[in-house]
């Protein structure tokens, strides 16, 4: 059963507009939390990441949100562009299995001109 | 900067055959992984190591070995290939286990017939 998981498989979104990517996840034990961006043909790059006593990160145009309690956390790229278009990973950390990575299955974003 | 450098890019085995996919990173990171992706199940781990000497299993070991031949180099075998392990397969490494983010390499694209 996954652990992590990205319930939307695709988001199409207008230029210029807000992309919001969501992640849910089951293991309360998770206490790091990631987002990677991967191109085609091209391995996954770390995007920006939040630890879990906070509730907010933001880098430039992207600012991930966590609901501990919902056990939900979310991306938001503001404003979107076209070289956004990808598809993000959303994953956690288990400080009890060793810091390992459980990843989501990913969301392809399409950013349309 | 070559960061994580995966050989070969591409493969095609028949089932049965074996191979060994390469890795190297000259970030001098301490931990390494091999991941597999398969759609709509995100990056699964197969195996790490913590350190230089060090290998564990990750969530989908099975059909797979690997070597920590030193530092700079993680790879990954394939005894006898199934048609269950096409896939695409990446390397990465991290100065951690996890809090840390990974840096990956392209990818390598297996296909077993």
């Known amino acids: 059963d996954q652990q992590v998981k990205q319930n939307s498989p695709s988001l199409s979104v207008q230029e210029g507009r807000i992309s919001i990517l969501n992640c849910d996840y089951t293991n309360s034990m998770f206490d790091y939390f990631l987002w990677y961006k991967k191109y085609p043909a091209e391995g996954p790059t770390f995007l920006i990441s939040?630890?879990?006593?906070?509730d907010k990160n933001e880098d430039g145009r992207f600012t991930v949100f966590l609901n501990k309690s919902a056990k939900h956390l979310s991306l938001h790229i503001v404003p979107s562009q076209p070289g956004d278009s990808a598809v993000y990973f959303c994953?956690?950390?288990?400080?009890?299995?060793?810091?390992?990575?459980?990843f989501g299955g990913g969301t392809r974003l399409m950013v349309k001109p | 900067n070559a960061g994580v450098t995966q050989t070969p890019k591409f493969q095609v085995l028949k089932t049965g055959q074996s191979m060994t996919l390469q890795c190297a990173q000259d970030m001098n990171h301490n931990s390494m992984y091999w991941y597999r992706q398969d759609p709509g199940m995100g990056l699964r781990l197969i195996y790490y190591?913590?350190?230089?000497?060090?290998?564990d299993k990750g969530e989908v070991p099975n059909g797979y070995n690997v070597s920590r031949l030193n530092k700079r180099e993680f790879s990954l075998r394939l005894e006898s290939a199934a048609p269950s392990q096409t896939s695409v397969y990446f390397c990465?490494?991290?100065?951690?286990?996890?809090?840390?983010?990974?840096?990956f390499g392209q990818g390598t694209r297996l296909t077993v017939v």
């Open positions: 994953a956690a950390s288990d400080p009890y299995a060793g810091n390992m990575l459980t």
């Open positions: 990465a490494s991290s100065e951690g286990t996890g809090l840390s983010f990974a840096f």
């Open positions: 939040i630890s879990s006593i906070k």
């Open positions: 190591s913590a350190s230089e000497g060090t290998t």
